[in-house]
């Protein structure tokens, strides 16, 4: 590489992190952090892949800006406050204009949701982006995958199927006029990580998931978890004008229940607490539906008006194609 590691993590990298309990950022051995008393530490990592979980020509902004953010909505999954993250970045070049874009979009976006990059290792290979974060949590309040109950209404937040309806236009399976592909494109590149929603819901809901990989395989590992079945309205899982206006029903069906990459919170609420939850949207606090509900059984089942109905298409997996 033309600029020393050294030389281009210090240029790109190197921000005076003064958040919350870091004793020691980026340039020594390691980060030395403290812990806010009372809490834990909630740790999770994210890799993106260039080619496999973003196009590999894509905006350096915006691939640092989803890193982070699926990064960041797998601590609103847990119901923890962002504090800190660690990067690790794999890269064919040290492509000045590009790492420029990546580090503008990271710090953007670490700005603005109050989380500090506080270290991390770069190396010369096929593009890829690891992130880790951390944040913090009170352990009674963490939203645990294991903690949904029989009778608990399932609640999922904003809309489902724009970022599933982004990668078919990326992938040149739809195409669609120009607001509707910033749309589309900005929900895909900057899925908003539901923290807010997170913090609204403490002691509210103790079960969550992000939806990543797709409504039904996400709720699938809530009904896992907490050996429950689940039973999923599918006239109710909330949907985008824009997206009702470029498809037929079918195949908005199955962005909204398979597709991956929206990021949106999916909870349960035990009926006692449903009203907080009502009262919250109501208020215009929470953007939330209800969806359906936790039952007996292993499944994860969905009805269309009362009737059983299979979607074609249940969710990503990784290993499924390989
Ligand atoms: P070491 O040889 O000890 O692993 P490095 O040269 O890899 O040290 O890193 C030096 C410092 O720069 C460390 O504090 C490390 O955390 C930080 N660092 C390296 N790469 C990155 C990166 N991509 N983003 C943020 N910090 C980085
Ligand atoms: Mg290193």
Known sequence: MALS?????????????????????????????????????????????????????????????????????????????????????TMPKAD???????????????????????????????????????GAVEQDYAFMRGNAR?????????????????????RQELSVGKSAFSYFM??????????KEAKLLRGITHCAIDVSDGLLADLGHICEESGVGAKVDIERVPVSTALNKVAEAEQIANWALGGGDDYQLCFTVPQAK?????????????????????????DVTCLLDGEPYEPSRRGYSHFDRA
């Open 96 to 134: 000045e204009q590009w790492l420029e874009g990546f580090s503008r979009g990271l710090f953007a976006c670490a700005d603005q949701y109050n989380i500090a990059l506080v270290g991390g290792d770069t190396t010369r290979g096929p593009l890829a982006i690891t992130i880790q974060v951390h």
């Open 150 to 170: 029989v009778g608990d209404v399932i609640y999922v937040t904003d809309q489902l199927g724009n970022a599933a309806a982004a990668l078919a236009v990326i």
């Open 274 to 298: 449903m009203a907080k939850v009502e009262q919250l949207i109501a208020d215009g606090k929470l953007n939330a539906t209800a969806i359906g509900e936790i039952v007996k059984g292993g």
């Open 5 to 89: 590691e050294f030389e281009l993590i210090k240029r790109y990298f190197f921000q005076s992190a003064r958040a919350f309990g870091v004793n020691m950022g980026i340039g020594d051995d390691c980060a030395l952090l403290s812990v806010p008393e009372n809490k834990v530490l909630a740790v999770s990592m994210d890799t993106l892949v260039g080619g496999i979980h973003f196009p590999r020509n894509a905006d350096p902004e915006l691939i640092a800006e989803r890193a982070l953010r699926v990064n960041l909505s797998d601590l609103a999954a847990m119901g923890a406050e962002p504090l800190w993250f660690t990067l690790g970045l």
């Open 186 to 195: 900005q929900h895909y590149y900057r899925p908003v990580p539901r923290l």
